[in-house]
């Protein structure tokens, strides 16, 4: 072997080491195994978070805990996409199987807590599933839960009158067991997908 060629030979294996190196570390894992009740490191999407029900409890992300949970964040003034997505749930859910339905909890947190109390989340889910979980608090409660998810929202105001309404992303996320992120749907999702892929996981 020539000495120039032994050269490049280290040259070419320093680059591949370098380029491990780098993968390692900086490659993210976006969709960790949905059934894994371990995961290392902190999730990118979830977490911690303090929120009153519609029965006016105080609750935590324990309530995620035990089955798979689709989490959904609106406000109940919404005029269109977030009574959409609800229904969509709720006929995901209830085109399961009993015995697998009672395996995916639906949760809808507020981004509007100066006007969706617990009573008038109490009404309002209840017009969608009846296992609904309908979350609100204080507006330092919802700004956790919302970052935490990495959701975006602001009050946007209309006309003069004082009234405003709530620009917000518009993601579903599906946690697991262990209320860990799994996946996420667009505004534009279907019953039929999302019916499916819980049957895969289900």
């Known amino acids: 072997m020539t000495p120039a060629l032994a050269k490049r030979l280290v040259i070419g294996a320093m680059v591949a080491l370098s380029t491990l190196l780098i993968l390692a570390l900086y490659l993210p894992v976006f969709r960790p195994d949905p059934n894994n009740n371990t995961v290392n490191g902190?999730?990118?999407?979830?977490?911690?978070?303090?929120?009153?029900n519609?029965?006016?409890?105080?609750?935590?992300?324990?309530?995620?805990?035990?089955?798979y949970s689709l989490v959904y964040f609106?406000?109940?003034?919404?005029?269109?996409?977030?009574p959409m997505t609800l229904q969509i749930?709720?006929?995901?859910?209830?085109?399961?199987?009993?015995?697998?339905?009672?395996?995916?909890?639906?949760?809808?947190?507020?981004?509007?807590?100066?006007?969706?109390?617990?009573?008038?989340?109490?009404?309002?889910?209840?017009?969608?599933?009846?296992?609904?979980?309908?979350?609100?608090?204080?507006?330092?409660?919802?700004?956790?839960?919302?970052?935490?998810?990495r959701v975006f929202y602001r009050e946007t105001?209309?006309?003069?009158?004082?009234?405003?309404?709530v620009d917000h992303s518009g993601y579903l996320y599906l946690m697991n067991r262990s209320g860990r992120y799994v996946d996420h749907f667009g505004k534009d999702v279907t019953t039929e997908e999302l019916t499916s892929k819980l049957r895969e996981l289900l």
């Open 42 to 52: 902190s999730a990118a999407i979830g977490g911690a978070f303090t929120l009153v």
């Open 54 to 67: 519609q029965a006016g409890l105080e609750v935590n992300e324990q309530i995620l805990l035990g089955h």
């Open 74 to 82: 609106g406000f109940t003034y919404c005029p269109d996409i977030c």
């Open 89 to 149: 749930v709720a006929d995901a859910i209830d085109i399961l199987p009993e015995q697998k339905s009672e395996l995916v909890q639906p949760v809808f947190i507020s981004l509007d807590p100066k006007r969706d109390t617990s009573e008038t989340m109490a009404s309002y889910v209840s017009n969608f599933h009846e296992r609904m979980i309908g979350l609100t608090g204080t507006a330092e409660q919802v700004q956790g839960a919302a970052s935490a998810y």
């Open 157 to 165: 105001p209309i006309g003069k009158g004082g009234g405003y309404t």
